[in-house]
């Protein structure tokens, strides 16, 4: 295979997956606005899907024995509800609209979080209410946009989980929104065997962005984990405010 400028984005974006699924949260959103620089979002995204979950394998065994049973419990039901209507209205909701929804609220949430005064108080506790709300937002971008990340970190990020926690709560949490991606985005955007072969093709990338990313939730502290999961958010949802209006 020839490499130019297409197979270098896609290296890139399986890559930026791999570092997601391996506990750096966020950065896989990167992924469809880097394909959609030389295909349409909707094949992009489509093309992606059996990276995202074939790379969730190793990041789910990896994580196996560091994650909050709380939030599952209540996450998983929320975000595969809100898959389920993300599937409903695909027709009816556009990108944009979407893009700039989950940009503003991610955006907000980290001004908020920097610009008020730190207080050392212990970490929320999860909340049903909050978490079905959140956890189906995040479904639902997932879907339209494999933008999940932000209203998941919007709701969990004030709990002030351990690192690992956290990481291994986001990866599990994604990997069973995006099995319940596969009929839905099938029938949408069928696969073909072309985009298989390319999907495969791209999974060294993936895997080595998956034991990359482990290796920085273990390497960076408690604080300076966090910080970059917030720098994250706050760039990815910035692009996704200036993207919905170009």
């Known amino acids: 295979m020839e490499f130019g400028l297409t197979e270098m984005l896609l290296t890139t974006a399986a890559f ?6 391996g506990g750096l949260p966020g950065i896989g959103m990167i992924a469809v606005p880097l394909m959609s620089l030389v295909m349409s979002p909707i094949k992009a995204a489509a093309l992606v899907l059996p990276i995202y979950i074939l790379s969730d394998i190793v990041g789910v ?5 560091a994650f909050d049973k709380e939030n599952l419990k209540t996450l998983i039901p929320a975000g595969l509800m809100g898959v389920v209507i993300g599937w409903l209205t695909a027709s009816m ?6 893009a700039l929804l989950i940009g503003i609220l ?3 949430f980290c001004l908020n979080v920097w610009i008020r005064k730190p207080v050392n108080t212990a970490g929320k506790k999860p909340s049903k ?13 997932s879907f339209v946009a ?13 709990q002030k989980m351990p690192k690992l926690v956290f990481a291994g709560t986001t990866t599990i949490l994604f990997a069973c929104v995006n099995v319940a991606k596969i009929i839905p985005y099938s ?7 072309s985009m298989l072969t390319t999907a495969m093709f791209y999974l060294p990338a993936a895997f080595i962005g998956t034991i990359v990313g482990k290796w920085g939730v273990h390497k960076l502290s408690e604080r300076w984990f966090y910080f970059w999961v917030h720098i994250a958010l706050f760039l990815i949802c910035s692009q996704l405010i200036i993207r919905s209006f170009v």
């Open 16 to 21: 930026c997956i791999g570092l997601s699924k």
């Open 61 to 65: 065994y990896l994580y196996r024995k």
């Open 93 to 98: 909701i556009s990108d944009w609209a979407v």
């Open 106 to 108: 991610g955006v907000g």
């Open 129 to 141: 209410l909050e978490g079905y709300f959140w956890g189906t937002l995040s479904g639902f971008t």
């Open 146 to 158: 494999h933008a999940g990340a932000p209203p998941y970190q919007i709701y969990t990020l004030p």
């Open 187 to 193: 029938l949408i955007e069928p696969f073909t065997y």
